[in-house]
């Protein structure tokens, strides 16, 4: 009995010192995390395009719309006014430069659904009006481009409205999406809400990974995935909710939208958005079709990228997101869309999916309660701005060189798809 009392004690101690090895492992992992890096040479000419404000941004795009009068007849620029606290600083602008003979095609070019992913959105957007538009046969081909659809968002960086909405779980034409309940947000809620101001050095926030851990071997990272960022309609103050109503900037472009779209028999929506996925990498997002034909369309224009239709083990559904939502407001026209993402943090490996978690998490905290010490607040939202417009030169300048080769080979092709089922 002695014997087998000291090995068990052993054996016990063995588990004791491997467990406190992990997550001392992993807790240095967590907090050392850096994705893999990017091996480009920054090009001044794609570093010309990105700005570090709101307002900056705006200036540019307004800039670049402007010099386009010069080679378009029936433009169109305007501002949006979006209310905010009573104040009158945000707008969502637009450019639209309608087809030149018969209205056949339209082409959406939008930004900053996520307001802080609007500094890439709207780099993008101002390389495409300077060098690729004029490229492009505009015969038949129409092209709205609407900047900074979450204003205040992109001036204050944050993902959410002013209301803490994510605009891309709010879109819909059928308002019992905001009476649905996400089960597996609620048993989460207390450990994605905490209502406190946040503390960087707590046990909790310095090594979150152990409770994401074991959040996942219990659900699994696809259920956790799920439920997290499906999007819920219960906690006004939580992460990822998607709110009680239409806000007011989906209000705003839906007429916009419907109105200019009116002659065209074709529609094709490309939003642009940073953050998911590897380092570095632009990642093709589409909803998941089941219309083949149109899959097969969609699979043409961007001939030779790889797509990621959602058939992934680790991928996620949405609810209220803005490509769907267009689609459905648009019943009458032949609908297609594509979101680009810009990853940034390699959230499709473990460790990156739970540093991108735990930045929103604090982010959210920080902002509904507060922070400890003036130090946690400033190193949170740089952290939480370097996950979505990282400060690197080679990933921005990879951002423009990508991008302008997909959107010249994708264009292209739209204007050759028919719209025939």
Known sequence: MKRFVKIFSRFLIIIVVVFTALIIFTTIQFNTYKPQGISVNPSPDNLVYFQESYEDCRSHFLSEAEKLKEYYEGIQISSLPIENSGKSDLFIDYCFIPARKTPDRLLILTSAVHGIEGYVGSAVQQMFMRELIQDFNLDNLGVLIIHGINPFGFKYKRRVTENNVDLNRNCTIDDRMF??????????????????????????????????????????????????LQGQYNYEKGVVFGGFALEPSIEAITPLISNIAKPYKMVFNIDLHSGYGENGVLHLFPKPLEDQKKKAKIENIFSGYHIDWGDSDDFYTFTGDLATYLGESLPDKYYLTMTFEYGTLGTQSTMGSIRALHNMVIE???????????????????????????????????AIKDARKVLTQAIKNYGETSAEH
Not at 181 to 194: A, E, K
Not at 371 to 389: H, M, P, Q, T
């Open 179 to 228: 009476e649905s309940v996400n089960q597996g947000y609620i048993t989460l809620d207390s450990w994605l809400n905490p209502p406190k101001p946040v503390n960087l050095s707590s046990v909790r926030n310095s090594s979150f990974q152990v409770s994401a851990i074991q959040k996942i071997i219990k659900h699994s990272m696809g259920a956790l995935r799920q439920a997290t």
């Open 364 to 398: 959210n905290q920080g902002f509904q309660n507060g922070y400890k010490s003036d130090n946690d607040e400033a190193k949170i939202k740089s952290r939480f701005l370097e996950g979505y417009y990282p400060s690197s030169e080679e990933w921005r300048s990879k």
